[in-house]
């Protein structure tokens, strides 16, 4: 049997390699070049939380809150414009679960949602998720009192998507994570 003290240090490097693992990267694009890295993971009940890392060395930090399809969609244009996003596929919120389906078939009734990109790496200037989607909402503040409004929308398989941020000031970037 170890000592208290070396058991004490692995509890601790397998909590440690535990938070680490549950982080996920998101990086940021402004139409100018602009490229800002941050990270994310999910919290509870739906919830996450989000950190972004400016180039002036501010760290902004929100709690991602999760949201109804129809509101997302309707704040989102309504901060970015209309037609700044497209969606396919069923709204299934008003009829219950939208992941159910029968015994041996699969689900065909997956939201597909389209957003731009202004990554000039990305082979398109449109970025595409699918799945069952979750549509999260943020409000970012960083150390140097800089705010920022931030919109994801993610796949619950992958836990990959798009989204958008605006800060204060009125600089919009894309969001890819």
């Excluded at 440690?16 to 070049?33: A, F, I, P, Y």
């Excluded at 509101?71 to 396919?88: K, M």
């Excluded at 409004?149 to 998507?161: D, E, K, P, T, V």
Aim: with cysteine; hydrophobic share 35%.
């Amino acid at each position: 049997m170890g000592t208290p003290r070396s058991n004490s240090g692995v509890v601790l490097l397998l909590i440690t390699l535990l938070l680490c693992s549950c982080v996920h990267r998101l990086t940021l694009h402004s139409r100018d070049g602009e490229k800002l890295n941050g990270r994310w993971r999910f919290g509870r009940e739906g919830s996450g939380l989000i950190q972004v890392f400016a180039g002036d060395g501010e760290v902004l930090i929100g709690a991602l809150d999760a949201v109804a399809r129809r509101s997302f969609f309707e704040r989102y244009q309504e901060t970015f414009g209309r037609g700044s996003i497209a969606a396919d596929g069923p709204d299934l919120s008003a009829y219950g679960n939208g992941l159910w389906s029968p015994l041996g078939s699969s689900n065909a009734l997956l939201d597909m949602v389209y957003g731009e990109s202004f990554n000039p790496a990305a082979e398109q200037s449109r970025s595409v998720v699918s799945g069952p989607l979750f549509y999260w909402t943020a409000n970012l503040q960083g150390d140097k009192r800089t705010h920022m409004q931030c919109f994801l929308i993610g796949s619950s398989h992958s836990a990959r998507g798009l989204g958008r941020c605006k800060s204060a000031a009125g600089k919009e970037y894309t969001v890819e994570f």
